[in-house]
């Protein structure tokens, strides 16, 4: 099939690059405009961009997918299919109509758990044992389309979201290769969702990182895990914002007030509403990531000094 592939994070990459390796053909690749980063700020193409020029395929960097210069291009293309990995734009009707089977989205949740931006943060913060992607087509409403294809995913006890949405990014990307080889040829059929256990994960913000050192240290634990690495999870110490890592169950210690922290055997524990949990990684202000027993020895807290 003639393919346009729509996506913008390191994330879809494994999607582009399994695309061209298919027997599918990749006409162009649509992502998000440029935009600044690294220390000095510079214009860098996203992830995707990179691989798709880096591979010779056209790359189409319209400011909304409802530009008309954009629309005008895209019906030029005349794509059979419009595969669809964290794109992060909103596609309207104009744009849905144009490839003849449609926009398919690879989504990283058992839907209709989890609709939305965060679905892998969300399902790591509630405690969710399995997760896993699916192929869907896009309709106007937020993830709502009728299902092709599913793979499950175990949430391991130490995934952070980072990690776990490294494994589904691989492992979906041959989902997404197999829906649109399916769609060639005619074999799939799209099933509507279940009405029932549908969900919503809206992205996390800085501020919804914040440690709260009185919830029982599963919630502490599960907070940490969903945001690394982004947003971050975060706490306050002398008035300073300090990053954390994940944190992991302490295996002594004794009991610890919320916020409390006690260095005992190499290790940072700090206490929470249940038991003490132990630090792995911290970041001061203006400093690099450090492990935390380095970090605690050129610190020297005082006895009574908590997290806030």
Request: proline share 9%; glycine share 10%; aromatic share 4%.
């Amino acid at each position: 099939m003639r393919l346009v592939f729509a996506g913008t994070p390191e994330t879809a990459v494994p999607s582009l690059k399994a695309l061209l390796e298919s027997s599918h053909e990749v006409a162009a690749v649509v992502t998000r405009p440029d935009a600044p980063a690294g220390r000095g700020r510079r214009l860098a193409a996203s992830p995707v961009g990179e691989v798709a020029e880096a591979a010779g395929v056209e790359v189409l960097k319209p400011a909304r997918a409802s530009d008309p210069e954009f629309l005008a291009r895209l019906t030029e293309l005349a794509p059979d299919c419009c595969p669809v990995v964290a794109y992060g734009a909103i596609l309207r009707k104009e744009a849905l109509a144009i490839p003849r089977l449609g926009w398919v989205n690879l989504h990283f949740s058992l839907l209709p758990a989890w609709r939305g931006a965060a679905p892998v943060q969300h399902a790591i913060l509630a405690g969710d044992e399995i997760t896993g992607a699916m192929t869907f087509q896009i309709e106007e409403g937020l993830d709502t389309g009728p299902v092709f294809g599913h793979l499950t995913e175990p949430v391991r006890a130490d995934d952070t979201s980072g990690a776990l949405l490294e494994r589904l990014a691989v492992v979906g990307a041959r989902l997404l290769v197999d829906t649109m080889d399916g769609l060639e040829l005619g074999a799939l059929r799209a099933v509507p969702q279940s009405e029932e256990g549908v969900s919503y994960a809206a992205k996390l913000t800085p501020d919804a990182a914040r440690v709260d050192w009185t919830a029982p240290a599963m919630r502490v634990d599960r907070l940490c895990r969903a945001c690394t690495p982004s947003p971050g999870p975060w706490t306050t110490l002398r008035g300073d914002r300090i990053k954390l890592g994940p944190v992991r169950p302490a295996a002594g210690g004794g009991p610890l007030a919320p916020g409390e922290m006690k260095v005992t055997r190499g290790e940072v524990l700090v206490g929470t509403g249940t038991h003490p949990v132990a630090l792995t990684e911290v970041q001061p202000p203006g400093k690099k990531r450090m492990r935390a027993a380095d970090w605690v020895r050129g610190l020297r807290p005082a006895a009574d000094e908590r997290f806030a």
